[in-house]
């Protein structure tokens, strides 16, 4: 039977099915499965070392899993062509620290296809975004950490990707701009864009669809920030991700 636009679109946007990696002996992901919905933010969440990034490589398709089977946007994980369709900003910053930073948000455009007064457009709205357009000419190399990760997640949002991949992409950030990326991140969702990303910071957990809890390589739940807190009879995040085996909270 042929696959019609609307079949297409009511599938989840990503999906993880027995997700398995181990790194020698050491099994870090343990059977993931979970789908994530077109328009849903769902946060990762874990203590440190519990495989967060790992998964959040195997779902961009940096990293191949062992055993399992990952589909993004329909297709199977790893796909170099789908790094167009996503938005994706690593934990460590990926930047041509020699260039000024518009070089750099000209690079990556042109990466994705943009160019002229389209990808000019964009430069300015992410950076506006992001709080930068006075250092637009700056040399990266004179940028301090935090404005290195601001520039990580422009370079993420200049494409207007479906989908959003975001490792910790407010550490180093100031409140106050934390706090209007993460307006933007969630108008971003509203409007459609599917968005992943794992945070430490328990009050961008509690703004999330949806919160992955990870431990000991396993996802020892997936609900919305209110059931989980319901469902461990927690007043805060914090303390339901302590009593739900999220361990020590960061
Ligand atoms: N390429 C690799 N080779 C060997 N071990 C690895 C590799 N990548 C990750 N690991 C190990 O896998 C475990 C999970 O690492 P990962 O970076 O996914 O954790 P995390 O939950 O993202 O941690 P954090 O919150 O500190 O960023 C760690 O013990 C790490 O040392």
Redesign the pocket.
Known sequence: MATDVTTIHDQPVLSLAGVTRS??S?T?LDGISLDVDRGELLGLL?P????????IKLITGIDRCDTGDIKLLGERMPKLAMLSRIGYMA?SDALYNELSAKQNLRFFGKLYGLQGERLQARIQAVMRIVDLTEHLGKPVAAYSGGMKRRLSLAIALLHEPEVLILD?PTVGIDPVLRLSIWEELLGMRDSGTTIIL?T?VMDEADRCDRIGL?RGGRLTAVDTPEALKRRSGSATIEEAFIALGGGEAQ
């Open positions: 790194f020698g050491r870090i874990g440190s070392g519990s495989g967060k990034t790992t998964l934990q910790e794992t430490h990870l």
